[in-house]
């Protein structure tokens, strides 16, 4: 079936250092993709997403770019704040043999990111 | 607007018993799923109600577990005859449903804990 692999955590960063995670995915057609984001004491909440081949998601400084060549969906930001400390979820919603989306996300395991001063 | 709402925010129980959680979606969302989210599983996929639609139920892992959902609006997750390993954090999200409406929202949780 349809899965998500993203990197292990935790990965400890100073401010203002780049950020890569990665994402790869296994999947049936070509699925949205997602970046969701939960801060410490809240719930999940979208971060960015892309929905093609090659569409770039962007917000708040981070951007992702849809890969079909590699399956992947790696997450970055230039230069990371303490605000960003928080666990990062990569997603996908699968598709049906005939292309429309199943509805509901499969999500990786999440990686927590925690940024020093 | 308000967001997805849970109740209730925490929920202890002992082994054997049934709990309710329940689920607020956000107003005019057709679509709503809920997740379970545990330290060694990740986040998973429990159920999914799109409209009047019959639910995907292909996410719950026991005939223990059932969802419903009255009026296209609120839903109810019930747990049956509680297990530890069933101790987690139940998440909720709503999306206004279709092919390309996927955002979904997700409200805070309800952390259920088995004794």
């Known amino acids: 079936g349809d899965s998500v692999t993203q990197m292990e955590g935790p990965v400890t960063l100073s401010e203002e250092a780049f950020l890569t995670i990665n994402c790869t995915y296994t999947?049936?057609?070509?699925?949205?993709l997602f970046w969701y984001v939960q801060y410490p004491g809240e719930g999940l909440q979208l971060l960015l997403k892309?929905?093609?081949?090659?569409d770039k998601g962007s917000n708040k400084g981070f951007e992702a770019t849809y890969r079909k060549e590699t399956t992947s969906f790696h997450l970055e930001k230039g230069s990371v704040q303490v605000s960003d400390s928080a666990v990062y979820f990569c997603?996908?919603?699968?598709?049906?043999?005939?292309?429309?989306?199943?509805?509901?996300?499969?999500f990786g395991k999440g990686t927590k990111l925690s940024v020093k001063p | 607007g308000a967001g997805v709402s849970q109740s209730p925010s925490n929920k202890v129980t002992e082994k054997g018993k049934d709990v309710e959680l329940r689920c607020d979606p956000i107003?005019?969302?057709?679509?709503l799923y809920w997740y379970r989210q545990s330290l060694g599983q990740g986040l998973e996929f429990l159920i999914y109600?799109?409209?009047?639609?019959?639910?995907?139920k292909s996410g719950l892992p026991s005939d223990r577990f059932s969802a419903e959902r009255t009026g296209g609006s609120v839903s109810t997750l019930t747990i049956q005859r509680t297990q530890q390993e069933d101790s987690a954090v139940y998440l909720c999200?709503?999306?206004?449903?279709?092919?390309?409406?996927?955002?979904?929202?997700f409200g805070p949780g309800t952390r259920l804990l088995v004794l």
């Open positions: 999200a709503s999306s206004l449903g279709g092919p390309t409406q996927e955002t979904q929202y």
């Open positions: 109600f799109q409209g009047n639609s019959a639910p995907d």
């Open positions: 892309a929905t093609k081949a090659d």
């Open positions: 107003s005019g969302h057709t679509a």
């Open positions: 997603a996908l919603t699968p598709l049906f043999n005939y292309g429309g989306s199943q509805g509901n996300l499969i």
């Open positions: 999947a049936t057609g070509y699925p949205s």
